[in-house]
């Protein structure tokens, strides 16, 4: 897995040298991966796995039913105190014993889970979260972690789990710093510790680790994308990057879409967002052919990358602007899909686009009230120069679809409104789909990767707020309310009829305010996981 998203690394610090001084401040800011190992142990869970672990530093998540039957045997470094501390109370209680036994492991980090009959996918996630808390708060460089047995969950599914919220919980987002010793330590590797009596099943673990860690090495490249400054990650930084990434990845074709054929091909909506931009907007495509036996049967994932949004002459206020930064999201998330599922090699033709510009105000700026023409031949009416991520999706669409014959289903996912926010806070992702059955797709496969959408309407009535008298579309609604359905009807119109659509607005879901568990502050990946799973349920040749 290090290797995997190490190779990676090292392409881009290569791209870096030519590109000049000015990725410096990028170089040094990417996130070491966190290597996952599984390691075969005696007994199901400590303290009967403790022998041949001496000098190690062990995390054991445990229940409170597990607890109970520690009481029960005397263990020295277990006192009554160490147990009441677990037993009864909350889940993600933390606490460190020394075992005394001179072959006993060093440190063992205890962490409460609960009672065993309200056991939870997601309070096994809160437990792992504290315990890498917990490590690096230690400042160890590496530890095992007992896979324990989950009511309903396979031993796969449960090691799986550890290993990304491991990996997810290991970030930290402080490279920039001039002072290496000023950077928060963290883990450099963790070992899985599964039990022996589950070692006919060793292989299918591995496996599943394997992946789950490869997926969440792509949120982590996500993150890192999206957390980058404009000033040190331009938008020819992001094209070298993605054209280095097709170079390096042999299922992975590249093709961009600069500025001369934007105007060429009349897309009037990316050309005015980009056009007060200190670079020139532009579409990059990047095709994983994984099912080469039915090369049109494809499926589009598209992302709004503005790299920084001052809002136009429509200006942001202060207060609203500082973290536009983060307005490229989408566009690193699907980068980070398109590396995922072309390390994965997911049997399925997947095509990924990152739509880029930036609004900035400059004498070129345009203008609330302009009326553009848009690469499908729609005219439209600017209602408000910041809402700008619809206008660049638009062409986007339009051109995959036109570009990419056979495109059946597309997904966008783009931090698009303030409204979704509003609506459903940072917890869930807002879809807005006419498909009841790709609705029905996303969720399930949501629920399991704990990257939850919710189901938002597409009424007609929202429709008619963009009718506009002079044109044949308004970019805006005619008020604030239901800004999110409005903006997701806007985009509905560069559909193709017959196409498979989704709308993923991940504005509240993919940039927080503050740390929620392994969620950190600012760029979370959100959407790496949900996308990859859902492309192998239901779009690969040999679906899981």
Same mark, same amino acid.
């Given at each position: ?84 501390? $677990?037993? &009864?109370?909350?889940? @993600? ?5 020394? %075992? /005394?036994?001179? +072959?006993? *492991?060093?440190?063992? !980090? ?24 917990? $490590?690096? &708060?230690?400042?160890? @460089? ?5 896979? %324990? /047995?989950?009511? +309903?969950? *396979?031993?796969?599914? !449960? ?386």
């Amino acid at each position: 897995i290090n290797a995997e998203y190490g190779g990676f690394l090292a392409m881009l610090h290569a791209a870096r040298s030519r590109l000049g001084h000015s990725l410096r401040a990028f170089s040094t800011s990417l996130s070491p991966a966190l290597n996952v190992t599984v390691t075969s142990v005696s007994g199901s869970q400590w303290p009967e796995s403790a022998p041949g672990l001496h000098g190690r530093t062990s995390v054991a998540l445990l229940f409170e039913e597990d607890v109970a039957a520690l009481a029960d045997q005397n263990l020295p470094e277990f006192t009554d105190l160490h147990v009441e501390s $677990l037993k &009864g109370g909350k889940a @993600s209680n933390v606490l460190e014993v020394f %075992p /005394g036994s001179a +072959d006993g *492991a060093s440190r063992l !980090v205890v962490v409460g889970m609960g009672s065993k009959q309200q056991a939870s996918t997601n309070g096994l996630q809160k437990a792992v979260h504290a315990a890498i808390q917990r $490590l690096n &708060g230690i400042g160890v @460089s590496s530890a095992g972690i007992f896979v %324990p /047995g989950m009511p +309903d969950m *396979a031993t796969e599914e !449960v090691a799986a789990c550890i290993a990304e919220v491991a990996v997810l919980s290991n970030y930290s987002w402080d490279g920039n710093k001039s002072d290496p010793s000023k950077r928060k330590d963290r883990l450099a590797s963790v070992s899985l510790l599964v039990s022996r009596s589950h070692e006919q099943n060793l292989v299918s673990v591995e496996q599943a680790v394997e992946e789950q860690a490869l997926i969440s090495s792509g949120t982590i490249l996500a993150r890192d994308l999206a957390n980058q400054r404009a000033n040190q990650f331009t938008l020819d930084h992001f094209e070298h990057a993605a054209v280095e990434l097709g170079a390096n990845m042999e299922t992975l074709e590249v093709k961009v879409v600069g500025l001369d054929q934007i105007e060429k091909r009349k897309m009037g909506l990316i050309e005015a967002v980009g056009r007060a931009g200190p670079k020139p907007p532009r579409l990059i495509f990047l095709e994983h052919k994984g099912n080469p036996a039915e090369p049109t049967n494809r499926v589009g994932v598209v992302g709004k990358g503005i790299l920084f949004d001052t809002g136009g002459l429509n200006l942001k206020p202060t207060g609203a602007m500082e973290d536009m930064y983060l307005d490229k999201h989408g566009a690193a998330t699907v980068m980070a899909i398109m590396k995922t599922v072309a390390s994965l090699g997911v049997k399925a033709n997947v095509v990924g686009v990152l739509a880029l510009a930036e609004n900035s105000v400059d004498s070129v700026s345009y203008r609330p009230s302009d009326i553009l023409t848009a690469m499908n031949g729609n005219t439209v009416h600017v209602g408000n120069t910041d809402a700008e991520g619809r206008l660049v999706l638009a062409d986007a669409l339009t051109c995959l679809q036109a570009d990419y014959s056979g495109t059946h289903t597309i997904l966008d996912l783009a931090t698009l409104t303030g409204a979704i926010r509003i609506g459903l806070g940072e917890h869930l992702c807002g879809i807005f789909t006419p498909s009841q059955a790709l609705a029905d797709q996303l969720t399930s496969v949501g629920n399991k990767t704990q990257e939850k959408v919710w189901r938002m309407p597409l009424l007609d009535e929202f429709r008619e707020e963009l009718d506009h008298p002079e044109c044949d579309l308004c970019s805006t609604g005619t008020s604030r309310e239901g800004g999110s359905s409005t903006a997701a009807h806007f985009l509905h119109n560069f559909i193709e009829d017959g196409v498979e659509w989704a709308h993923l607005d991940i504005a509240g879901v993919a940039a927080l305010n503050k740390a929620r568990d392994w969620r950190p502050k600012n760029a979370t990946g959100w959407g790496v996981h949900l996308v990859t799973r859902w492309l192998q349920e239901h779009h690969a040749s040999n679906p899981k």
